[in-house]
């Protein structure tokens, strides 16, 4: 059953097709395109149509759906080679978000048990997924919320929401069942530059469901928490190192620096399948730089000075030290270190 202040969800599978929500046209225009071709879905994944480190998982496994349809069909005794293709295109979308190869290898188990017709399978294990994290980030929601006092004020990134996940999302996850329970006195958001995931689809999704929020300049973050109008950060993240080492949109370290100095409490939020134990630290995260018209540019328009050029890296890293809470689905990691986030994954199998 929904909660409260959960109306969104980005991502449909219907009847044959999947469904996805523009998320580069909100929150001008609200439009549903369908996918029945693998490789498109991986474009749409590339292209941004869909982003969120969930989301991204999400999709790819409905993708994996298709492809193994679209294989059957043109040789139905050959199509576990042939699908290898599709899953490698797959991976090769974005590089940072872990949840994508986490989806992919989930997928990629159901395939080796599969003698037969295989959409039915696929498409029960992609539906697991996307029902598994709809009810993790609702976990997530309780968990996170228990840490906030009433009256807080909180900021959060880049939209780290419905539209980033299955539905409810991590840190807007968070927010919602806090707000719901009448602890939130104001909810800030930074714009996000430069793809404006703040301004465009944070602000739209937390306004569809009632609650209200203040956008400010990436820029102003740090002079906000000096006026004392900070309680927490709370962000999502795209990949968790061994460590507790955090990796996110660009600008979640500056938040968490600037936290740091004015006393201001830092919470991640995000499920286990963002938690990559196979990389040591933070140092070790493929961090994906986009293209610099992303900067340059603004609909298509040059705002840049002519013969300027940008370097534009969408993710960065926070340091485990400055975190004051890592909020999963299994349970909270207050303080975290190596071998907290190592006893929490333990504990999980
Ligand atoms: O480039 P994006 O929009 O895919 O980046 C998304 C983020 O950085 C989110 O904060 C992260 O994926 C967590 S989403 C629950």
């Known amino acids: 059953m929904k909660k409260q202040h959960d109306s969104i969800r980005p991502i449909v599978w219907q009847d044959d097709h999947l469904e996805l929500l523009d998320q580069r046209v909100l929150p001008h225009s609200y439009k549903i395109l369908e996918y029945t071709d693998v490789h498109e879905v991986a474009d749409a994944i590339r292209d941004m149509i869909v982003r969120g480190a969930p989301a991204i998982g999400i999709t790819a496994a409905y993708g994996i759906v298709l492809a193994a349809r ?184 500056n938040l968490a620096v600037a936290a740091k100095h004015h006393g201001v409490k830092f919470m991640v939020v995000a499920p286990t399948s963002t938690i990559d134990m196979s990389v040591a630290s933070g140092d070790e995260i493929p961090i994906e730089t986009r293209e610099s018209s992303e900067l340059l540019d603004l609909n298509g328009n040059q705002i840049a000075a002519e013969g300027a050029t940008a370097w534009n890296p969408v993710f960065d890293v926070t340091p485990v030290e400055i975190i004051e809470a890592i909020v999963t689905e299994k349970g909270t990691i207050n303080k975290p270190d190596q071998f907290k986030m190592r006893k929490l994954m333990e504990d999980k199998l």
């Open 70 to 253: 679209q294989r059957y069909a043109e040789n139905s005794g050959a199509w576990k080679e042939t699908i290898q293709a599709d899953l490698d295109y797959l991976a090769a979308s974005r590089p940072t978000a872990v949840n994508l190869f986490w989806a992919i290898d989930r997928m990629k188990r159901c395939i080796s048990t599969i003698n037969g017709e295989p959409v039915s399978p696929l498409l029960a294990e992609a539906i697991a997924i996307h029902e598994e994290d709809i009810a993790a980030n609702y976990r997530m929601g309780e968990l996170g919320a228990e840490l906030i006092e009433p009256g807080s004020s909180v900021l959060t990134h880049c939209n780290a929401g419905a539209l980033a996940t299955g539905g409810y999302g991590t840190a807007l996850g968070v927010i919602r069942s806090a707000y719901a329970q009448g602890k939130i006195k104001e909810v800030h958001a930074d714009e996000t530059r430069p793809w404006l995931q703040g301004s465009r689809l944070t602000a739209w999704e937390l306004i569809q469901d009632g609650i209200p929020v203040t956008l400010n300049a990436d820029g102003a973050a740090a002079w906000l928490m000096k006026q004392g109008k900070i309680d927490w950060v709370i962000v999502g993240s795209d990949r968790i190192a061994a460590n507790g080492d955090v990796a996110n949109k660009i600008g979640t370290y």
